[in-house]
């Protein structure tokens, strides 16, 4: 326990409530105010996933000094993924009108007709769909929210591995 109280577990476990929490509110998004996720918005998810189980399995196990790096790297790297994909679609968001690329198929049908290598590359190339904005928070887009709390994410990846009681 610290000297705050916070048991050391309690951080992860924070990690994984943020995680969590982007989730739900992604998918409230979707299903109550019908805004449709483009393939790049449905890979950030994942990220946020993968990252939040990180977390959550960091929380259950409560490492020692070896295991909060091992964790620490996995979630710093699934969140500099994420990263890396929100900042795809900001970049795609700010491009002029003319330059943006042409709407692709849906993430489904890009599944079933392509391999997974050939689809990851498509999706990762953006699409028109993914450079429009259709919420705004602040003046700020979501893939902008999104590269923000990936990153500090990732801090906060590297805080818990670097922390001594945590």
């Known amino acids: ?13 924070l990690g994984f409530l943020v995680c969590a929490a982007l989730l739900a509110y992604a998918y409230y998004l979707q299903f109550e105010k019908h805004l449709e996720p483009c393939p790049l918005c449905i ?6 996933a993968g990252t939040g189980i990180v977390f959550f399995l960091a929380a259950l196990h409560n490492p020692g000094r070896l295991g909060k790096v ?26 002029p009108a003319d330059q943006v690329p042409e709407c ?34 602040l003046g700020f887009s979501i893939a902008e929210w999104s590269l923000l709390i990936f990153a500090l994410l990732a801090i906060y990846s590297l805080f818990l591995m670097r922390k001594k009681n945590a």
């Open 43 to 48: 890979f950030q998810r994942l990220f946020y």
């Open 70 to 95: 091992v964790y620490g790297i996995f979630s710093m790297l699934l969140a500099s993924g994420g990263a890396a994909v929100a900042a795809r679609q900001v970049w795609l968001q700010h491009l």
């Open 1 to 13: 326990m610290l000297k705050n109280g916070l048991p050391a577990r309690g951080f992860y476990a």
């Open 104 to 137: 692709g198929p849906g993430l489904d049908y890009m599944l079933d007709a392509f391999p997974l290598n050939q689809t990851l590359r498509m999706v990762l190339r953006g699409s028109g769909e993914c450079a429009k904005v259709d919420w705004r928070f």
